[in-house]
């Protein structure tokens, strides 16, 4: 179970433990060889979630919360890297937590991109400052929440959790528009 954590302050310095996050422009690598064995099969069968977000210490504790539930992760810190991610993911990905504000491009633009993609995207916005966007504006583009930080871990992950495994997700298909209103 996850506890009532909230993520960390980003200017607060990580422990050497850390793991390295690239530089702008790469997608984090966060996945191996696929794993013969039957926890391994399991584990490929498992939600998929890609997270964006700029700064490192919500990635890395996104990551480690959403796959201390049963989640297959993959994490970009940019908006272009995200759109490669989902592009090679998609079939596995159930849904995408995106920052609102980023360089280069920002969530709102990178959720356009994704719904080129598939156009019926599974997409959940986080933010500390949304800027010139509107939590309104930002579900009329499609989003299906907008989580405000900082956040309590524990409800983003039973919120992606349930779009994710909800009865209106089958793996790899399209949503039906009807049941995402509902979620």
């Not at 790469?26 to 696929?34: D, F, G, L």
């Not at 596995?92 to 937590?97: A, D, E, G």
């Not at 280069?104 to 800027?131: E, H, S, Y």
């Not at 009865?167 to 399209?174: E, H, T």
Request: aromatic share 6%; charged share 20%; proline share 10%.
């Amino acid at each position: 179970m996850i506890s009532q954590a909230r993520i960390p302050n980003p200017q607060v310095p990580l422990d050497d433990d850390t793991p390295v996050v690239h530089s702008a422009g790469e997608p984090r690598p966060t996945e191996s060889e696929p794993d013969p064995t039957p926890q391994g099969r399991r584990a490929s069968l498992a939600p998929g979630v890609l997270v964006v977000d700029d700064e490192p210490a919500i990635l890395t504790v996104m990551e480690a919360a959403l796959r201390n539930e049963g989640f297959q992760v993959w994490s970009a810190d940019n908006g272009c890297g995200a759109v490669e991610l989902y592009c090679m993911h998609c079939p596995q990905i159930s849904v995408v937590l995106l920052d609102v504000q980023m360089p280069g491009i920002d969530g709102p633009r990178t959720l356009r991109a994704l719904q080129k993609v598939r156009p019926n995207v599974c997409c959940c916005f986080m933010t500390g400052n949304p800027g010139h966007y509107s939590e309104a504006e930002l579900l009329l583009l499609g989003a299906c929440r907008v989580f405000r930080k900082p956040f309590a871990i524990s409800e983003v992950v039973q919120t992606l959790s349930k779009l994710a495994k909800g009865p209106f997700w089958s793996s790899g298909s399209d949503w039906d528009e009807s049941s995402r209103k509902g979620a």
